[in-house]
């Protein structure tokens, strides 16, 4: 097993990057494949705008994959991943709730895309604020 801290800097770059590629296909593959698979699968496609929200969603989960438990854990901080998800929890369940009962499947998507959102800008709010630190001492 290699040295944490001496590499620590290089593995959270890999899979900062690895993750972005992968969200960026997922959120591809959603909002070019999606309509179309929903419709052979259901008998009818979801909307490109709910498509490309539901793609928005899996590139932030993707995201605070790495950024949770790569950075944040790695820097010896498991409440600010726990947080951030609480964050997330408040903004897109009731996003989700009354959305979803006006607006459908588009409703729901926004709901969820708010809260994978929120969830990715807490943690990069919480990352940027150690890093910081970290240059600091």
Do not use: N, Y
Not at 98 to 114: C, E, K, M, P, R
């Amino acid at each position: 097993m290699e040295d944490g801290k001496a590499h620590f800097g290089r593995r959270i770059r890999t899979a900062l990057m690895l993750h972005a590629v992968l969200g960026a296909a997922g959120f591809a593959m959603f909002a070019l494949a999606g309509p179309w698979l929903t419709g052979v699968l259901f008998d009818e496609p979801m909307g490109v705008a709910t498509a490309v929200l539901f793609g928005v969603a899996t590139f932030c989960l993707s995201m605070t994959t790495a950024l949770g438990r790569h950075v944040l854990i790695g820097l010896g901080r498991p409440r600010f991943v726990f947080w951030s998800v609480v964050a997330g929890a408040v903004a897109g369940v009731p996003t989700t709730i009354v959305l979803a009962h006006s607006l459908g499947a588009f409703g729901g998507a926004i709901g969820l895309a708010t809260a994978e959102g929120v969830v990715l800008l807490t943690q990069l709010f919480f990352a940027g604020t150690l890093w910081k630190s970290r240059s600091r001492a």
